[in-house]
């Protein structure tokens, strides 16, 4: 199948390295592709982020069902215009939240989420709740980095994610943790490992990774999210002036 | 104090009437000028709609900080863009679902929604949860006639809100009314009043007159919403085309 | 409009503050009139205080009714009768808990509710499960100085009443704060600039203030509690002696 | 022991057969007498019936512990004064609604309360909140009989009782039946023959049973609320007027 | 009435202590006999272990009922197969943890469980939320003391046993204590008394002698779990081989 | 991969189609083989039935884990012994309910459960609060086939079927469907085209493929169940006999 990411944001620069995580995730017959949305903010911080960003989700999810997609991510923690892209398309859209967070839930009674800042808080348990999952959602500990210095001392990241995680762990009794962090998410295998050397074995998600063997599955299994939730408009015309195609 | 009401849709022909509802339901002290947005969808009625008309309330929202307005009503009860926009400007941002909600549960134990159409239902249970009163949402009942139609035979429009109002009484033992379609909003009072005449007497909450109201006392109480919860965002800029002002 | 605040206690020295109170927080058009309660407790500080005063808050309300007043407001944390008195008369009646925990919802995902005694926070809690808001409150802290010595000395009380807010937004990560203590109400903008002084920028509501405005709003609206949830029932006479009026 | 039935009613007729139901129910050892309060309305059947007996339980259960008694039941499914009641004296106190709902809780995964009016619906749902199991109350159905004539046609009432308890295991899927009904309370087992002739087996609680033996069981086990729930405030004098002994 | 204590474990050396427990919880009419299981584990710590036990606790409960034996309690905190068990036999059965959850409800708004070991904390949490009362539960607090070192020092036991309360009272606010170590029961009185001398009163719940008294008032009440909640199924044979007869 | 499909029934006839059933949900690189399990009961049921199987659930867990398998599921609605077996063996081990109704939470704001027979609804409804997911359950509807009739008339079956899932998305609004009935679990395909032949187009979930996929991914994204859930205990041995293999 082909499954077409979207980059919900304008930073180019991001798309060979979320190309390599998705496809490296992805299960042999997949074939991924990557579309930066044409117009935006260069990163999704906040709900106004959120906002100014859909409007060009939503062209991108169509354009990538007229392209012959099976199936559309939008590579974001805060699964930007998710939803709404389900009214455009008629092909399965899903985002790395709700995929991780409900994959959390099948593996223990309570999952953490490690997120870049604190005030991503109330938002991955505003989310957590729309995906009626709230009830298993231990806590949201934040890395407190700057996004932009996230990738400055990699060593000193790692350790603090780690340390992230056992604080989830031994004060919030987390029995899975979500690696809320598009930027860190390669290295959860490496966490694993760092924490397992401590006797502390836990089961940390990738969300790219969720979203795209999740997708796999809903395609595998001819399902499609029903139209009397997100009921396809006729004749609803927009006024909406096309930005230009980025890149 | 100065009220900017939003018009989130491109329907300028609303305004007029927009603006004699929200200033009638103003105190004497309160003068209301009403905007639409310069690019966007004719009515909002699905969660594309509304992701395609915030990015402009959000516009809007600005430039009613920047006209000196002392709030700011966003008129459709989806709410869309008023908790973004609370991050945008240092004004209070209110939309009519989350006033009347709030109003309707001081009212009486259960409260229920009238909306125009069936797929609405959803959207107003995810925002009775989103804004923590779903315990007190007795149900969502619509009216099921075409937007286009509603003043095509105002009698019978009329008849069928009276009876949907009846049936979340007697069936749905509600306690409170929320006549959430803006376009009848301003028949709160007849329809009391025909209730009343079957010996039926429950509050029905015009929500427009809600957020009025409300955002009035956050005013003269000098309240603003949390940076904690609300953030500004210093330095994030947007590429997004300016959409020339609509008129 | 004219709103009758029931003093529900039998401190009739508190009479002068509360008129100013709630005079100061009314709009242009509303006459406060203050009424203390002819018999009951000093204070309403547990569940036995609350229970003393209710019938006297009833009676108080009837003759709110019979003197011509638009509205009822009863002066306590504890809304002690405010459910009842609207069985008893026919318009709206509030109490400033239930005013102030909804109106602290829509400025937040998250407030908290500072009251005087440790012993106060099941009551609260209490309430805000009845209220329905109860996934929004975010804790209860107390001052934990007894009432009596409240004003002894004023800038202690004042600086452990900015302690206990920082340790909400801080600790608890409220983003909204209810002044629960009826004594230190005035005080609510001196609070909010001491912790913006600190840059925590909170709203802190008044809950008198809460009160009396939704009570102009509901007034102003035309709306009265349902008959269906609120019955007024005939014909049940009631064999309590006349206590004498107060002072 | 020595248990105190308090009638929370000036209705001195029912005292024999209230003695009959709770000594009929009571353990070999125990010893039933029954007060009825000195001042109130003669049934309870709103909020404002409930405020106005509640002063004179107070003031019945601190005559039970002068008295000796072991343990004091409200009889009123509305449990008036129950929780006050705990602050001012040292003995258990419970009421038949707290007491039949936990009974019923853990007979079933979803129980059904049989009240006489249809307005007591919302004040069954309250108190289930208040207990914290309302996620186990199926539903509320009413007689729908004036209390004045529920002993008019004995038949016709019984076969309507028994026409509830059906619906609420057939319609609802109640799984116990709490008959809310203090009037009826002796005819559980008749009520429960009636159902199994039809093939419906089913619990059927008398609450005054269940008050009755869950409070012969905490004398048993020597418990005693908390002190930290139920705080007994030294010098709160009142300034009531001492009702008359009634009768 | 004839009360069978099914020991659902293979350690036949704690039946006279589980008898002489039961029966001193008992009342007067009361005679208890324990059976320990034919086949399982020496303790039950896991679910692994509840799963072994549980055939062989169902065999237990038809020779009770086969006993002529008039009710059950399973001794064990996970109430190993006590709902399953109401499927195979006639008669009332019960398990100490729903027993003493309930109770613990009726006397305050919160309450801990004092578990044995830490792995314990989610099958507790679980629990309450199956049988309804998850928001009563303040805590689930651990000895963490290895089972089998439990008496090597009974004092030091009972001292961190006593610690334990104290936290869970002080720092997590409850106002009940459901003592949830089976083998310490018997000190219920004790730990209350040590509490009491440090000026904390809570009511300490051994949760055997709810299981007893409550089994007693089901019995005295006449009232059998539906069978709607627990079918029983005619025909449905086993190929489970006889295990001998423990003992 | 391997997989291991339990069986947990005593029904050997099944293995064929259940061994179908798998293999054609599983992905290219997956073997797939089924194990009865030795002792147990013909078909599931009750609780009853659920109890008596999953010993040699685990005991077949065990098993399948020393043939070196990769994962293991469990065919049966109930999921029994899913959560015990995690504590056995160090594979992923899931259920066909966990995993349906986590998949269907992602493709819809409500899912529905169509079920055999009437009795197994609150089965189900408790282990969707277990899940976290109950916020999600629109209803359990049932075919009310006895099951040994389920294959007598085939067309009828599948006329019934497709007519509780449209009462399903009619009156219970359910905007996803889990087929929880195994026996006809191959019939998705053929359900979803019967409804859209009616214009309602809902996905229809097959638990089995479901199960089959999650633990593919669970698989691929080297992820294992915490220990600090699912705890494994060193040395509680059994005294279980060994029951013969069966067939």
Redesign the interface.
Known sequence: MHLRVINPT?TTSWEADTLALFQD?A???TTVTVATIA?????I????????V??C??RAARQAEADGCDAIAVDCMLDP?V???R??VGIPV?GPC??SM??A?????RFSVISVAE?H??LM??QA?????E??LASVRSLDIPVLELEDDPDRTFAIMVQRVREA?ELD?A??IVLGCTGLAGQ??AV?RALAADGI??????PS??AT??L???V????????????R?AG??????E?AVAG
Chains 1, 2, 3, 4, 5, 6 share one sequence.
């Open positions: 304008v995730a299960s042999a017959g117009a935006g903010t260069p990163s911080e906040s709900r106004r982020d959120e906002a100014l859909t409007p989700v939503l215009g939803h709404a892209a009214e455009v899903l709700e995929a409900h994959l839930a099948t593996l223990g009674h005030h808080r109330d348990i505003e709740r729309r995906f009626g999952v009830s298993k762990v009794r029995q899975a959860t295998a694993q074995r836990v089961p940390v998600i990738d990774a969720a063997r999740l796999e599955t809903i595998a299994m001819g399902l499609r999210s029903s139209r009397r939730t997100y009921s408009r609803a015309t927009s006024s909406w002036p930005p």
